[in-house]
Every structure is written in structure tokens, then in C-alpha cells.
């Protein structure tokens, strides 16, 4: 108990002092951990984009993901794509909890932040912020990277 209120002291700091900690690679004191932020370039005539990350609660206890937003976007959602009928549709999450030790997977065919209405298209090679607010954690920013039309390549 005492460790995991020591690790929350430390997110805490690195939370205050390195918010792009959690758009990269996880490190051993980080309790809540955001890896590989990316999201495919945009075509000129495109307003909208789907951001796409690793979210992994290494925390004890059960952690919500309660809103996002962007400043690239006037409107950012969580989205959960699915399909129906043999027709990929996509519906609107309200939050997404994720359990402790777990790791909910952003990605393709599945759970995203939906951007909507882009002040500019999205640039291959350009990393632009993405706000998480959590409802333990508070606002968590991380930095996602836009891919070409390929994806993350690892
Ligand atoms: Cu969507």
C-alpha cells in the first residue's frame, strides 16, 4: 500500500514536470501509462480523424476515462467502432473504464478518440496534443504522432 501511494507521488511529479512521459514508451514508476499515440495523416478535404493508443492502468484500482479533447479539433470523442450487418459502424462511448493491471487497446476496427472538424488536416510527421481526463488521474495530456496512410509502423 505504501509503494503504490509512493508511485502515485511519482506520477503526480512527472505529471507536473513531463506530460509527454505518458505519448511515449512506459517507464518503471509510471502508474498509468499511454504508449504508441498515432493517427493517419488527413486528406485536404477531411475533417475529422480517429487517434488511436495503448492505455494501460498499472494502478491498483479501477481507472475511467471520463472525456477528451483536442485543441487540432472542435469536437473529440470517444468512439467504439463495430460491426452490424457486415457494415462497420461507429457509436459513441460516454467513458471507458479500465480495470486495474489491464490495458485497453485504442485501435483500428475498434475503441478511439474520434476528432471531429480539424482546424487543418492532419500532417504526416506532425505530433499535436490530445487531453485525457480521468476520473482519478485528472487531465493527462499526451502527444500523438501522424503516420502516413499506413498506420504505426513497429
Ligand atoms: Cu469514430
Known amino acids: 500500500m505504501k509503494k503504490t501511494f509512493l508511485k502515485s507521488l511519482i506520477l503526480a511529479a512527472s505529471l507536473l514536470f513531463s506530460p509527454a512521459l505518458f505519448a511515449h514508451e512506459t517507464e518503471d514508476h509510471a502508474v498509468l501509462e499511454v ?9 485536404s478535404r477531411t475533417a475529422s480523424a480517429a487517434v488511436y493508443f495503448n492505455l494501460k492502468n498499472g494502478t491498483d ?12 479539433a472542435k469536437m473529440a470523442t470517444i468512439h467504439r467502432s463495430f460491426e452490424q450487418n457486415g457494415i462497420m459502424r461507429m457509436e459513441m462511448q460516454d467513458k471507458l473504464e479500465v480495470a486495474p493491471g489491464s490495458t485497453a ?14 482546424d487543418q488536416p492532419l500532417k504526416q510527421g506532425e505530433i499535436f496534443p490530445v487531453v485525457l481526463t480521468f476520473k482519478s488521474a485528472g ?16
Open 35 to 43: 504508449s504508441d499515440a498515432w493517427a493517419r495523416k488527413t486528406g
Open 61 to 72: 484500482a479501477a481507472e475511467t476515462l471520463l472525456s477528451v479533447s483536442a485543441p487540432r
Open 105 to 118: 487497446a485504442f485501435e483500428p476496427g475498434g475503441m478511439h478518440i474520434m476528432l471531429m472538424r480539424l
Open 139 to 154: 487531465e493527462v495530456t499526451i502527444y500523438v504522432e501522424v503516420t502516413g496512410i499506413a498506420g504505426l509502423q513497429k
